[in-house]
């Protein structure tokens, strides 16, 4: 706890902590403080199961960390929006100090909660940035457009129809900024490709997904950007390819899913970590965290399409990569809606 | 004109009649519920307890017969919970119907996570694949959308036609629309009316039960939560479009899917750049309350709807 946390101590923490020092200053004989060698304390909360795919990266970099003794990590998972506020603060009531998870239906009242507890550090997903008068709330979401890039090359070289299909949920500046760079990476191999761009309005429908993207290849698509899932089932029922996004789903589908743009959310924790460790937690976007000179994506191996892929696109693949991470290559940042083409 | 030329093609079509199929089963269900004189607000929970049995059922070895029949099975029970509460105690058809949804939907992530506590990604199931049945594609126009199904799909145009047989060519089917119209005079036949109602209710809920499962077990191959999506919602207003008659919700439930299917289409042509993508999203419920407009005004509601029945009492 640094003092200028201490400093803004609210009533029921305060009572808390009176409370917690009365029980254990007798036992102990001092009061209770934290050493920086202390696993924090840590809660999760996710509105989807921790297997599904967003949620399950969060999740492995989280139970990493614990394993690591950096963190005491409990959670809760399948939490409805509506919902999402009571469980931070039975969270905060607990004695977390850092709660991590995503705030993107709840994003009003979330920061209500956050202004509630300035002792607790919140780091959450959420569309919008961080807000200077709330300094315990950073942000963060799985801005990797720069695997997102590097796949779209891998597409680019791929397709022979040039008519490639994108299925996503919601544009939200998270999946406009990843379809954006895709696209940019295909353009590198062929300028004249025609993208289809759908959102199907939910994030968990993989049927509608499924279907749209049927659409999509009736419509002449001969591969596919799988954002959501069912959109790899229908590139492998219809035997055509597909990139698959923020996880490797190749195992599942390996004659199909030719690359895939993983995201790793380490960086992010481990960052958060190592700022509630030295007290100095503040505002910020963790999103460059999820940036590939951070380490926080990377494109998955190429598996069973290795040696499939033509040698142009591995070569420039591998010539980005290594100009992204010394930084004399930028993916462009775009959070527009892509539209079709 | 590449709008029109959408409605032309058999995949279209094929389309249609494969996102018709789980509303089809759940209309039906909710059909015979309501012609027994009984609303059932929980066919969007018992559609996920549905879709989430079903898959499990194959998922832990049952086959795909076996998770279709669990489904329809854990619908009936849930559909038992739902009649005891609204006609053997005649309590708010809304309030249980809503609590019968939200109880099935807590229940089944409870069921899930208790019987997949560490799996890493959705597990996968080999769900249903298309069969060919040759025969149908002779049928003019709908035939070759027809003749690329998977076998529930068949099922639920066969639920229309076993419906529609039993409420209006039999005597049960009588006696159902009777104690959605007056139940007095059903009970003054010497026929029980809570039998029939809980009777029917319990059967639709099974149905409702269908529809869900062929989200996990048809549509796709792996449960999500949130993956009804409402479904169950459109399935009581195509009840109402349909005028509480199984041909006409059938025809409802194929005329929403046809615009959804549509709407996917029209999305990636030329002129979905220039449209919000959200317009497209509404197409089909926006379409589907204005013919509910037309269709609707001479629909004979039954008298007897979200009526308790009380036996002695006038």
């Known amino acids: ?341 | 004109m590449e709008i029109l030329e959408i409605f032309l093609t058999a995949s279209f079509w094929t389309a249609a009649i494969r996102i018709a199929s789980p509303l089809i089963l759940a209309t039906m269900g909710e059909l015979i519920c309501e012609r027994a004189g009984v609303l059932n607000l929980g066919i969007e929970g018992i559609m996920v307890a549905g879709a989430f049995v079903g898959w499990f059922g194959a998922y832990i070895g049952m086959g795909l017969w076996g998770g279709v029949l669990l489904a329809f099975v854990v619908g009936m029970l849930l559909g038992l919970l739902h009649a005891s509460m609204t006609v053997s105690l005649g309590l708010s058809q809304h309030v249980v119907g809503l609590g019968v949804t939200l109880l099935a939907t807590s229940l089944t992530y409870y069921a899930y996570r208790v019987a997949l506590p560490e799996v890493t990604s959705p597990p996968k199931i080999e769900a249903f694949q298309p069969v060919s049945v040759v025969i149908l594609a002779y049928i003019p126009i709908l035939g070759p959308a027809l003749a690329e199904q998977t076998p529930l799909t068949y099922l639920a145009i066969a639920t229309v036609l076993i419906t529609s047989f039993v409420l209006y060519r039999t005597p049960l089917g009588l006696a159902l629309r009777a104690v959605g119209e007056n139940p007095s005079s059903v009970s003054a036949q010497g026929l029980s009316v809570l039998g029939l109602r809980v009777g029917a209710v319990v059967v639709g809920s099974g149905l409702m039960a269908l529809g869900g499962a062929f989200l996990t077990l048809s549509a796709f191959d792996s449960f999500f939560f949130g993956m009804v999506n409402g479904r169950g919602w459109v399935c009581i207003a195509l009840v109402v479009f349909g005028a509480w008659k199984p041909h006409k919700a059938f025809l409802g439930a194929i005329l929403f899917a046809a615009f959804d299917a549509f709407q996917i289409r029209l999305q990636q042509s030329s002129i979905g750049a220039d449209i919000p993508y959200q317009i497209f999203l509404m197409m089909p419920y926006f379409l589907s309350i204005a013919a509910l407009v037309v269709m609707s005004r001479k629909a004979e509601v039954p008298a007897a709807l979200m009526v308790p029945f009380y036996k002695g009492e006038r």
């Open chain 1, 1 to 341: 706890m640094s003092s200028h946390q201490s400093l803004k101590i609210s009533r029921r923490t305060l009572i808390k902590g009176t409370a917690s020092a009365l029980v254990l200053a007798p036992s102990l004989g001092i009061l209770p403080l934290a050493s920086a060698k202390d696993p924090i304390k840590t809660a999760g909360i996710y509105t989807v199961p921790v297997e599904q795919q967003w949620v399950s990266r969060i999740h492995k970099a989280a139970l990493a960390a614990q394993s690591r003794g950096d963190i005491a990590y409990t959670f809760t998972e399948n939490t409805a929006n509506t919902d999402y506020p009571r469980v931070m603060r039975e969270y905060a009531e607990q004695g977390n100090t850092l709660i991590i998870g995503e705030i993107f239906g709840a994003e009003a009242e979330a920061r209500e909660v956050v202004a509630e507890y300035p002792d607790v550090a919140f780091l959450m997903g959420s569309s919008f940035k961080e807000d200077p008068s709330l300094p315990n709330l950073a942000v963060f979401d799985n801005y990797i457009q720069d695997a997102s890039y590097l796949s779209g090359i891998i597409a680019g070289a791929m397709t022979k129809s040039g008519n490639i299909g994108m299925v996503g949920g919601f544009p939200i500046p998270e999946v406009n900024r990843l379809m954006h760079a895709f696209m940019a990476g295909a353009r590198e191999m062929n300028p004249n490709i025609r993208f289809q761009v759908s959102f199907i309005g939910s994030w968990f429908d993989p049927p509608k997904a499924k279907e749209t993207a049927f659409a999509m290849i009736e419509g002449g698509a001969d591969l596919l950007y799988a954002e959501r899932f069912g959109v790899s089932d229908a590139a492998k029922e219809r035997g055509i390819l597909a990139i698959g996004n923020v996880i490797d789903t190749q195992d599942q589908y390996p004659s199909t899913v030719v690359a895939s743009a993983i995201w790793h959310f380490e960086p992010t924790m481990d960052a958060a970590v190592a700022a509630v460790q030295a007290g100095n937690f503040k505002a910020a976007d963790y999103g460059i965290y999820s940036f590939m000179k951070h380490g926080g994506c990377t494109l998955a191996p190429y598996g069973t399409f290795a040696g499939k892929i033509p040698q142009k696109a591995v070569d420039m693949v591998a010539k980005r990569t290594a100009e992204i991470k010394n930084g004399s290559y930028t993916v462009t940042i775009n959070d527009d809606e892509p539209k079709s083409s």
